[in-house]
């Protein structure tokens, strides 16, 4: 009589010539059932390893992730409503929802501003109506713990970003625009009176979003149209190589000029014409690499084997052109940042509004008299762009198969 767990056995070997994901472990003989836990196939772990031991990289790629990360949350760092306050025991949060003046028992039906003492008074005290004559003397009261003689009265609080300003916050300061940095203000403000540290951390923001969404789509079509010419060659290469040819020639700066005063400035706008005439980048290095790998063994058996071109490309060809690849990503990232910076900066970009690095450094050249301005805007590129360097320099390490570390 046979043993069930000799079957059991059996049947969990593959057959000669079945396919086995080489990113799975097999269960063996014994061992508890479940999910098959899924980890790095040797290739994926030599990767990590060699980038691992690029320390450099490792430490840019931290202070960049938490640079970033707290930038993804800039509304809770920087803004000019509070984060959270209780009205009457009900709690809000108004940087996340509109509320007007008459909703804390104001007259206006509009935004209440927040920093007012109007609207403050109202909001910690319930919404008296003597907000309006005497409101410094009744915060100070409420915030001296002691309480209000009126049937009305009803405790509240707010709690606050620690920066009290938005990206467009007009600064009730003292003194002329651009101020210099004080105790309000560590950076100052710019010429029309907005806070440089907040405008400095939305436009960190930005400018990653706009490199990350630009180099993803251009690099995608690169890849794709530099596959299709590497790969089949002939006529169909020769077309394409025509087309690009004419493409690039193509006056860039004059035609975002022309697009932008017929259809208005925008950041969706500007990343689409970005895109549009930077995706031929990769496509000659990707050409290059199909054009050499195309003869090789491993593709003539794949051919004779009947696999079809979509996967020849793109699961066997295309990760051998990968180090090639990510070794010019560090340069379209940074271009793609550079790119909206000078455009910024030559008043062909965001509306100036708009929280951009590149307007600060427009900002520094028209005010001279304003240090803070330009040393700020230079050092935050500065950072910036070398964090982002070093990280792809451990990434393009990483995928390299001659790159040893003693």
């Known amino acids: 009589m046979s ?230 060659g002939g006529w169909t290469d020769l077309a394409f190589q025509r087309i690009i040819e004419i493409w690039t020639g193509i006056p860039t700066l004059y035609v975002i000029i022309i697009v932008f005063a017929i259809l208005g400035r925008s950041f969706w706008l500007l990343v689409f014409l970005v895109v549009l005439f930077g995706w031929t980048a990769l496509v000659g290095l990707v050409r290059a690499e199909f054009l050499r790998a195309r003869n090789f063994e491993y593709v003539r058996a794949a051919k004779a084997l009947g696999v079809s071109d979509r996967t020849i490309m793109f699961r066997h060809m295309l990760p051998n052109a990968m180090v090639a690849t990510v070794t010019m990503l560090p340069f379209l990232v940074t271009g793609a940042i550079g790119t909206l910076a000078s455009l910024d900066f030559l008043g062909f970009g965001l509306p100036s509004s708009a929280p951009s690095l590149g307007e600060l450094t427009l900002q520094a050249k028209q005010n001279l008299q304003a240090p803070w301005l330009g040393f700020t805007a230079f050092f935050t590129f500065a950072i910036m762009l070398s964090l982002l360097v070093f990280i792809f320099e451990g990434v393009r390490d990483a995928f390299d198969p001659r790159k040893t570390f003693s």
């Not at 690029?54 to 984060?83: H, Q, T």
């Not at 003046?101 to 609207?119: C, I, L, M």
């Not at 907005?194 to 690169?222: E, K, N, P, Q, W």
Request: with cysteine.
């Open 3 to 232: 043993d069930p767990r000799i079957n059991d056995a059996a049947s969990s070997v593959p057959h000669p010539g079945a396919d086995v994901d080489p990113s799975t472990t097999l269960t063996p003989v014994g061992a508890p059932t479940g999910r098959r836990a899924p980890v790095l196939s040797p290739l994926n772990q030599r990767r990590w390893r060699n980038f691992c031991r690029n320390r450099r990289a490792v430490w840019s790629a931290i202070v960049f992730g938490i640079l970033f990360g707290l930038s993804l949350f800039a509304e809770f760092l920087a803004n000019d409503k509070p984060i959270l306050l209780s009205y009457r025991g009900e709690w809000r949060m108004p940087i996340f929802q509109f509320y007007s003046e008459r909703d804390f028992g104001g007259d206006f039906p509009t935004e209440a501003g927040y920093s007012d003492p109007e609207v403050k008074c109202l909001i910690v005290t319930g919404g008296l109506i003597d907000c309006f004559d005497r409101p410094v003397e009744l915060i100070a009261l409420v915030r001296d713990g002691q309480t209000v003689d009126d049937p009305d009265f009803a405790p509240g609080w707010m709690i606050w970003p620690p920066i009290p300003y938005a990206f467009d916050t007009i600064v009730d300061v003292p003194g002329v625009a651009p101020a210099p940095p004080s105790d309000t203000n560590i950076l100052g403000t710019d010429d029309t009176k907005r806070d440089v540290v907040a405008r400095v951390i939305y436009g960190f923001r930005l400018s990653i979003f706009f490199a990350i969404m630009v180099t993803t789509a251009s690099s995608v079509v690169g890849i794709m149209a530099g596959a299709v010419q590497g790969y089949f």
